[in-house]
């Protein structure tokens, strides 16, 4: 199993409604797609305050690029998406890594 850590920085006053797109389309599709949702977090204390923090998870890197490549080209996503930036985008950067669990890791 390999894990995605991804931070979204939101672009000014839209944190949101990128967390409802989230909330309400972006994790369904992502598990349609075969993408595990681990867990969504923003900042409470200590981090930028509209930054959205999130783990997806896969058996592998192919099943990560099928996947990938299967939630961007799902017309469902695409129009979502659309929608929700009518009035601009809703993130101004995006990050991401890979992790490896260790051996002595709870969540392998």
Known sequence: MIYEYRVYDAAPG???????????????????????NIGYWTSAVGDVSNRLIYIIAFEDMAHRERAWNAFQNDPEWQKVRAESEVDGALTSKVFNSFLSPTDYSPLQ
């Open 14 to 36: 839209k944190l949101p409604a990128l967390n409802a797109r989230f909330r309400d389309h972006t994790m369904g599709i992502f598990e349609r797609h075969g993408i595990k």
